[in-house]
């Protein structure tokens, strides 16, 4: 039905950036707008970023707004995170996921692990 890698992950000091990846085979990429969505040490699922399918119409949750970035190169089967002024607040799991029908999150990754610290 498809699959999502993510990759890209890793430690950060507050303040430092990064920039995630998600890799997409087994479904047309382009048919379907695309999100990141976190989750914290023992925390639940926080959504992120919302891209539509050709890139034309990004979303953020307020607290990510004007620090992250939600691209897609469609051409490459990829999405992209780039996250700026990171704080430990940002620590999580980053997951990407297709909408699919009735808008449902039905395509997971795995996961990357950001930490941020000093």
């Known amino acids: 039905e498809g699959q999502l890698v993510e990759s890209g992950g890793g430690l950060v000091q507050p303040g430092g950036s990064l920039r995630l990846s998600c890799a997409a085979s087994g479904f047309i990429f382009d048919d379907y707008a695309m999100n990141w969505v976190r989750q914290a040490p023992g925390k639940g699922l926080e959504w992120v970023s919302l891209?539509?399918?050709?890139?034309?119409?990004?979303y953020y949750a307020d607290s990510m707004e004007g620090r992250f970035t939600i691209s897609r190169d469609n051409a490459e089967n990829t999405l992209s995170l780039q996250m700026n002024s990171l704080t430990s607040e940002d620590t999580a799991v980053y997951y990407c996921a297709r909408r699919g029908g009735r808008y449902a999150l039905d395509i997971w990754g795995q996961g990357t692990q950001v930490t941020v610290s000093s």
């Open positions: 891209i539509t399918w050709n890139g034309g119409a990004t």
